[in-house]
Protein backbone atom coordinates (compact mmCIF):
# COMPACT_ATOMS: atom_id res chain seq x y z
CA UNK A 1 0.00 0.00 0.00
CA UNK A 2 1.20 3.32 -0.79
CA UNK A 3 1.47 5.68 2.11
CA UNK A 4 2.31 9.43 1.45
CA UNK A 5 5.17 11.29 3.56
CA UNK A 6 3.80 13.93 5.68
CA UNK A 7 5.94 16.98 4.56
CA UNK A 8 8.73 18.56 6.44
CA UNK A 9 8.43 21.82 7.30
CA UNK A 10 11.25 22.94 4.87
CA UNK A 11 8.52 21.33 2.23
CA UNK A 12 5.37 22.84 3.64
CA UNK A 13 7.02 26.35 3.09
CA UNK A 14 8.69 25.98 -0.40
CA UNK A 15 4.90 24.48 -1.53
CA UNK A 16 3.33 27.49 0.19
CA UNK A 17 5.53 29.98 -1.80
CA UNK A 18 5.31 28.40 -4.93
CA UNK A 19 1.27 28.76 -4.39
CA UNK A 20 1.86 32.03 -3.41
CA UNK A 21 3.55 33.10 -6.20
CA UNK A 22 1.18 31.63 -8.93
CA UNK A 23 -1.05 33.87 -6.85
CA UNK A 24 1.06 36.75 -7.58
CA UNK A 25 1.38 35.92 -11.02
CA UNK A 26 -2.53 35.37 -11.43
CA UNK A 27 -2.80 38.94 -9.71
CA UNK A 28 -0.27 40.88 -12.48
CA UNK A 29 -1.88 38.51 -15.47
CA UNK A 30 -5.87 39.86 -14.32
CA UNK A 31 -4.32 43.52 -14.66
CA UNK A 32 -2.92 42.87 -17.68
CA UNK A 33 -5.38 41.22 -18.95
CA UNK A 34 -8.03 43.77 -18.13
CA UNK A 35 -8.78 47.16 -20.19
CA UNK A 36 -10.87 48.90 -17.85
CA UNK A 37 -10.21 48.91 -14.17
CA UNK A 38 -11.85 49.97 -11.13
CA UNK A 39 -11.07 50.29 -7.71
CA UNK A 40 -12.49 50.55 -4.99
CA UNK A 41 -12.15 51.49 -0.97
CA UNK A 42 -14.25 51.66 2.12
CA UNK A 43 -16.46 54.33 3.32
CA UNK A 44 -15.27 57.17 4.62
CA UNK A 45 -11.78 56.33 3.53
CA UNK A 46 -8.75 56.85 6.10
CA UNK A 47 -5.17 56.78 5.06
CA UNK A 48 -4.27 53.01 3.86
CA UNK A 49 -7.39 53.01 1.88
CA UNK A 50 -6.30 55.93 0.24
CA UNK A 51 -2.92 54.94 -0.04
CA UNK A 52 -3.60 51.54 -1.16
CA UNK A 53 -6.09 53.26 -4.00
CA UNK A 54 -3.58 56.05 -5.17
CA UNK A 55 -0.77 53.47 -4.90
CA UNK A 56 -2.50 50.63 -7.44
CA UNK A 57 -3.91 53.38 -9.20
CA UNK A 58 -0.63 55.33 -10.12
CA UNK A 59 1.02 51.88 -10.64
CA UNK A 60 -1.45 50.52 -13.23
CA UNK A 61 -1.16 54.38 -15.05
CA UNK A 62 2.96 54.25 -14.96
CA UNK A 63 3.23 51.06 -16.08
CA UNK A 64 0.48 50.08 -18.08
CA UNK A 65 -1.08 53.85 -19.43
CA UNK A 66 -3.18 52.85 -22.55
CA UNK A 67 -5.27 51.19 -19.86
CA UNK A 68 -8.50 52.50 -18.20
CA UNK A 69 -8.28 52.38 -14.70
CA UNK A 70 -10.91 54.80 -12.21
CA UNK A 71 -10.85 55.11 -8.76
CA UNK A 72 -14.09 55.16 -6.83
CA UNK A 73 -13.60 56.64 -3.61
CA UNK A 74 -16.04 58.62 -1.14
CA UNK A 75 -14.27 62.25 -0.90
CA UNK A 76 -10.67 62.35 1.10
CA UNK A 77 -9.43 64.75 3.50
CA UNK A 78 -7.56 67.74 2.02
CA UNK A 79 -4.79 66.62 3.74
CA UNK A 80 -4.07 63.55 1.34
CA UNK A 81 -4.37 65.76 -1.37
CA UNK A 82 -0.71 66.07 -2.53
CA UNK A 83 -1.03 62.52 -3.65
CA UNK A 84 -0.13 62.37 -7.21
CA UNK A 85 -4.16 61.73 -9.12
CA UNK A 86 -5.83 62.08 -5.99
CA UNK A 87 -7.53 64.71 -7.97
CA UNK A 88 -8.77 62.01 -10.58
CA UNK A 89 -10.84 60.30 -7.50
CA UNK A 90 -14.51 59.64 -8.91
CA UNK A 91 -16.72 60.08 -5.77
CA UNK A 92 -19.78 60.28 -7.82
CA UNK A 93 -21.80 56.97 -8.45
CA UNK A 94 -22.35 57.11 -12.54
CA UNK A 95 -23.65 54.77 -15.17
CA UNK A 96 -21.36 53.11 -16.74
CA UNK A 97 -20.78 49.98 -18.40
CA UNK A 98 -18.86 47.13 -15.96
CA UNK A 99 -15.63 46.96 -15.46
CA UNK A 100 -13.34 44.17 -16.90
CA UNK A 101 -12.32 44.18 -13.57
CA UNK A 102 -12.68 45.81 -10.10
CA UNK A 103 -10.34 45.63 -7.21
CA UNK A 104 -11.87 45.74 -3.64
CA UNK A 105 -8.88 47.32 -1.30
CA UNK A 106 -9.04 47.73 2.84
CA UNK A 107 -12.62 46.14 3.02
CA UNK A 108 -13.48 43.30 5.25
CA UNK A 109 -16.34 42.54 3.35
CA UNK A 110 -18.36 44.22 0.09
CA UNK A 111 -20.56 46.13 1.22
CA UNK A 112 -18.04 48.50 3.31
CA UNK A 113 -17.53 49.72 -0.51
CA UNK A 114 -20.77 51.42 -0.36
CA UNK A 115 -22.72 52.87 -3.10
CA UNK A 116 -19.88 51.59 -5.59
CA UNK A 117 -20.10 47.97 -4.67
CA UNK A 118 -22.67 47.47 -7.44
CA UNK A 119 -19.57 48.11 -9.90
CA UNK A 120 -17.53 45.21 -8.47
CA UNK A 121 -20.47 42.92 -8.69
CA UNK A 122 -21.03 43.90 -12.03
CA UNK A 123 -17.01 43.64 -12.91
CA UNK A 124 -15.86 40.70 -15.52
CA UNK A 125 -13.47 39.49 -12.94
CA UNK A 126 -13.01 40.50 -9.25
CA UNK A 127 -10.04 40.66 -6.92
CA UNK A 128 -10.09 41.39 -3.00
CA UNK A 129 -7.09 42.64 -1.33
CA UNK A 130 -7.03 43.56 2.87
CA UNK A 131 -6.11 42.83 5.83
CA UNK A 132 -8.60 42.83 8.34
CA UNK A 133 -8.96 39.32 10.60
CA UNK A 134 -12.49 39.20 10.19
CA UNK A 135 -12.58 39.39 6.12
CA UNK A 136 -14.06 35.71 5.31
CA UNK A 137 -12.37 36.71 1.34
CA UNK A 138 -14.28 37.50 -1.38
CA UNK A 139 -14.45 37.93 -5.25
CA UNK A 140 -12.05 35.70 -7.85
CA UNK A 141 -9.20 36.37 -6.20
CA UNK A 142 -8.41 37.13 -3.08
CA UNK A 143 -5.22 38.38 -0.63
CA UNK A 144 -5.92 38.16 3.01
CA UNK A 145 -3.48 38.41 5.29
CA UNK A 146 -4.56 39.53 8.93
CA UNK A 147 -0.68 39.47 10.03
CA UNK A 148 -0.43 42.97 7.32
CA UNK A 149 -0.03 45.81 9.59
CA UNK A 150 -2.27 47.20 6.23
CA UNK A 151 -3.27 46.86 2.37
CA UNK A 152 -0.34 49.02 1.53
CA UNK A 153 2.08 46.59 2.56
CA UNK A 154 0.06 43.78 1.11
CA UNK A 155 0.41 45.84 -2.52
CA UNK A 156 3.82 46.57 -1.90
CA UNK A 157 4.54 42.74 -1.84
CA UNK A 158 2.39 42.47 -4.88
CA UNK A 159 4.40 44.86 -7.33
CA UNK A 160 7.14 44.68 -8.80
CA UNK A 161 9.46 46.56 -7.09
CA UNK A 162 11.04 47.69 -10.37
CA UNK A 163 7.87 49.28 -11.24
CA UNK A 164 7.18 51.01 -7.98
CA UNK A 165 7.68 55.04 -9.12
CA UNK A 166 8.05 57.61 -6.36
CA UNK A 167 4.38 58.73 -6.36
CA UNK A 168 3.03 55.28 -6.00
CA UNK A 169 5.40 54.62 -3.35
CA UNK A 170 4.45 57.79 -1.54
CA UNK A 171 0.65 56.50 -1.47
CA UNK A 172 1.68 53.03 -0.31
CA UNK A 173 3.83 54.68 2.56
CA UNK A 174 0.99 57.07 3.46
CA UNK A 175 -0.80 54.07 4.21
CA UNK A 176 1.14 52.00 6.41
CA UNK A 177 2.30 54.88 8.36
CA UNK A 178 -1.76 55.78 8.89
CA UNK A 179 -2.54 51.83 9.79
CA UNK A 180 0.78 51.31 12.27
CA UNK A 181 0.25 54.78 13.67
CA UNK A 182 3.91 55.83 12.62
CA UNK A 183 5.32 52.26 13.24
CA UNK A 184 3.92 52.13 16.71
CA UNK A 185 1.29 49.78 16.65
CA UNK A 186 1.82 45.71 17.80
CA UNK A 187 1.05 44.89 13.88
CA UNK A 188 4.30 46.40 12.75
CA UNK A 189 6.58 43.46 11.84
CA UNK A 190 9.80 43.04 10.06
CA UNK A 191 8.09 42.81 7.06
CA UNK A 192 6.23 45.83 7.51
CA UNK A 193 9.58 48.09 8.19
CA UNK A 194 11.32 46.32 5.29
CA UNK A 195 8.32 46.98 2.82
CA UNK A 196 8.48 50.68 4.35
CA UNK A 197 12.55 50.51 3.42
CA UNK A 198 11.95 49.74 -0.06
CA UNK A 199 9.31 52.46 -0.06
CA UNK A 200 11.35 55.22 0.99
CA UNK A 201 14.07 54.35 -1.54
CA UNK A 202 12.16 55.42 -4.02
CA UNK A 203 12.62 58.86 -2.33
CA UNK A 204 9.95 59.35 -0.22
CA UNK A 205 8.95 62.37 1.22
CA UNK A 206 9.17 60.44 4.81
CA UNK A 207 8.87 63.70 7.26
CA UNK A 208 6.38 65.80 5.28
CA UNK A 209 3.71 62.54 5.09
CA UNK A 210 4.02 61.75 9.15
CA UNK A 211 3.94 65.10 9.84
CA UNK A 212 1.05 66.68 7.46
CA UNK A 213 -1.33 63.94 7.16
CA UNK A 214 -0.74 61.99 10.64
CA UNK A 215 0.22 64.65 13.57
CA UNK A 216 -0.67 68.25 12.10
CA UNK A 217 -4.71 69.34 13.39
CA UNK A 218 -6.55 72.59 12.47
CA UNK A 219 -7.18 74.71 15.37
CA UNK A 220 -10.73 73.20 14.94
CA UNK A 221 -10.00 70.20 15.29
CA UNK A 222 -7.74 70.43 18.31
CA UNK A 223 -10.60 71.97 20.18
CA UNK A 224 -12.98 69.39 19.42
CA UNK A 225 -10.11 66.87 20.56
CA UNK A 226 -10.31 69.05 23.70
CA UNK A 227 -13.69 68.94 23.93
CA UNK A 228 -13.77 65.02 23.55
CA UNK A 229 -11.52 64.93 26.23
CA UNK A 230 -12.66 67.01 28.98
CA UNK A 231 -16.62 65.69 28.36
CA UNK A 232 -15.03 61.82 28.59
CA UNK A 233 -16.10 59.46 30.98
CA UNK A 234 -14.70 56.66 33.10
CA UNK A 235 -16.51 53.16 33.63
CA UNK A 236 -15.90 49.90 35.02
CA UNK A 237 -13.40 50.94 37.75
CA UNK A 238 -11.62 53.38 34.93
CA UNK A 239 -10.95 50.62 32.69
CA UNK A 240 -13.03 51.51 30.04
CA UNK A 241 -13.56 55.38 28.95
CA UNK A 242 -15.94 56.76 26.08
CA UNK A 243 -16.61 60.11 24.65
CA UNK A 244 -19.95 61.03 22.44
CA UNK A 245 -19.58 63.99 19.96
CA UNK A 246 -23.04 65.15 18.75
CA UNK A 247 -24.23 66.07 15.91
CA UNK A 248 -25.22 69.35 16.86
CA UNK A 249 -21.43 69.93 17.89
CA UNK A 250 -20.10 68.68 14.71
CA UNK A 251 -22.15 71.16 12.96
CA UNK A 252 -21.33 73.82 15.48
CA UNK A 253 -17.47 73.48 14.59
CA UNK A 254 -18.50 73.17 11.20
CA UNK A 255 -16.15 69.70 10.73
CA UNK A 256 -17.17 66.09 9.78
CA UNK A 257 -15.45 62.65 10.52
CA UNK A 258 -12.11 62.73 8.65
CA UNK A 259 -11.38 65.72 11.70
CA UNK A 260 -12.30 63.16 14.43
CA UNK A 261 -8.53 61.70 14.02
CA UNK A 262 -6.65 60.96 16.62
CA UNK A 263 -8.99 61.52 19.44
CA UNK A 264 -9.55 57.61 20.09
CA UNK A 265 -5.92 57.16 20.39
CA UNK A 266 -5.61 59.84 22.98
CA UNK A 267 -8.50 58.10 25.08
CA UNK A 268 -6.60 55.23 24.67
CA UNK A 269 -3.89 55.85 26.34
CA UNK A 270 -5.09 57.29 29.42
CA UNK A 271 -3.96 55.23 32.35
CA UNK A 272 -5.75 51.96 33.39
CA UNK A 273 -8.04 51.95 30.68
CA UNK A 274 -8.07 48.95 28.87
CA UNK A 275 -11.05 49.96 26.08
CA UNK A 276 -11.66 53.26 24.78
CA UNK A 277 -14.88 54.22 22.65
CA UNK A 278 -15.68 56.93 20.98
CA UNK A 279 -18.86 57.69 19.37
CA UNK A 280 -19.94 60.49 17.18
CA UNK A 281 -23.48 60.83 15.77
CA UNK A 282 -23.70 60.57 11.63
CA UNK A 283 -26.99 61.57 12.03
CA UNK A 284 -29.89 61.92 14.04
CA UNK A 285 -29.71 58.49 16.41
CA UNK A 286 -27.00 57.03 14.08
CA UNK A 287 -23.60 56.80 15.60
CA UNK A 288 -19.94 55.82 13.83
CA UNK A 289 -18.06 53.99 17.11
CA UNK A 290 -14.80 53.63 16.90
CA UNK A 291 -12.94 51.21 19.61
CA UNK A 292 -9.60 50.66 20.62
CA UNK A 293 -8.23 48.47 23.41
CA UNK A 294 -4.73 47.63 24.70
CA UNK A 295 -4.07 44.41 25.58
CA UNK A 296 -7.00 42.52 27.55
CA UNK A 297 -10.02 43.52 25.26
CA UNK A 298 -10.71 42.28 21.61
CA UNK A 299 -12.84 45.02 20.44
CA UNK A 300 -13.40 43.59 16.80
CA UNK A 301 -15.34 40.58 18.24
CA UNK A 302 -17.57 43.40 20.04
CA UNK A 303 -17.90 45.57 16.70
CA UNK A 304 -18.82 42.19 14.70
CA UNK A 305 -21.36 41.35 17.47
CA UNK A 306 -22.58 45.26 16.28
CA UNK A 307 -22.56 44.31 12.50
CA UNK A 308 -19.10 45.86 12.30
CA UNK A 309 -15.32 44.89 12.33
CA UNK A 310 -11.84 45.69 12.19
CA UNK A 311 -8.77 44.38 14.15
CA UNK A 312 -8.80 42.77 17.98
CA UNK A 313 -7.20 46.40 19.27
CA UNK A 314 -9.13 49.00 16.45
CA UNK A 315 -12.22 48.30 14.88
CA UNK A 316 -15.75 49.95 14.45
CA UNK A 317 -19.48 49.73 13.55
CA UNK A 318 -22.67 52.22 13.04
CA UNK A 319 -25.04 51.62 15.92
CA UNK A 320 -28.79 53.15 16.06
CA UNK A 321 -30.52 54.37 18.80
CA UNK A 322 -30.09 55.96 21.91
CA UNK A 323 -26.36 56.76 23.12
CA UNK A 324 -27.07 55.54 26.63
CA UNK A 325 -28.38 51.64 25.41
CA UNK A 326 -25.29 52.02 23.31
CA UNK A 327 -22.57 52.27 25.67
CA UNK A 328 -24.50 50.12 28.04
CA UNK A 329 -24.37 47.45 25.59
CA UNK A 330 -21.12 47.73 24.76
CA UNK A 331 -19.94 48.16 28.28
CA UNK A 332 -21.62 44.87 29.08
CA UNK A 333 -19.29 43.36 26.56
CA UNK A 334 -16.10 44.87 27.59
CA UNK A 335 -16.83 44.07 31.07
CA UNK A 336 -17.89 40.25 30.39
CA UNK A 337 -14.08 40.19 28.17
CA UNK A 338 -12.20 42.00 31.41
CA UNK A 339 -13.49 39.30 33.59
CA UNK A 340 -13.08 36.69 31.90
CA UNK A 341 -9.20 37.60 31.60
CA UNK A 342 -8.74 38.68 35.09
CA UNK A 343 -10.01 34.62 36.20
CA UNK A 344 -7.32 33.64 33.59
CA UNK A 345 -3.82 32.74 35.75
P1 LIG B 1 -12.17 53.26 12.87
O1 LIG B 1 -12.55 53.24 14.29
O2 LIG B 1 -13.23 53.78 11.96
O3 LIG B 1 -10.83 53.91 12.65
O4 LIG B 1 -11.99 51.74 12.43
C1 LIG B 1 -11.09 50.88 13.06
C2 LIG B 1 -10.99 49.61 12.27
O5 LIG B 1 -12.26 48.95 12.23
C3 LIG B 1 -10.60 49.82 10.82
O6 LIG B 1 -9.74 48.78 10.44
C4 LIG B 1 -11.88 49.74 10.07
O7 LIG B 1 -11.70 49.24 8.77
C5 LIG B 1 -12.73 48.80 10.91
N1 LIG B 1 -14.12 49.24 10.86
C6 LIG B 1 -14.61 50.41 11.27
N2 LIG B 1 -15.95 50.50 11.07
C7 LIG B 1 -16.32 49.33 10.51
C8 LIG B 1 -17.56 48.79 10.03
N3 LIG B 1 -18.71 49.47 10.11
N4 LIG B 1 -17.53 47.55 9.48
C9 LIG B 1 -16.38 46.85 9.40
N5 LIG B 1 -15.19 47.30 9.84
C10 LIG B 1 -15.14 48.52 10.37
MN1 LIG C 1 -9.09 51.33 6.55
MN1 LIG D 1 -6.24 49.11 6.64
Not at 24 to 49: K, L, N, Q, W, Y
Not at 52 to 79: A, H, M, R, T
Not at 332 to 344: A, C, I, P, R
Amino acid sequence: MFVKRALSAAEEKKAADTLNQDRVHTFRRMIVRAGRIGISGHERPDGDCIGSCLGLFNYIKDNYPDKQVEVNLQPIPDKFLFLKNSDRICSEPREIPPYDLYIALDCSEPERMGEFYGYFEQAGETICIDHHFTNEGFGDLAFIEPEASSTCEILVGLMEESRISQACAEALYTGIVHDTGVFKHTNTSRRTLEMAGLLLDKGVNTEMIIDETFFKKTYLQNQILGRALIESILLLDGRMIFSVISRKDMDFYGIDSADLDGIIDQLRVTEKVECALLMHEIERGTYKVSMRSKDKVDVSEIALSFGGGGHKKAAGCTMYGAKRDIIMNIAEQVELQLSGKDEEP
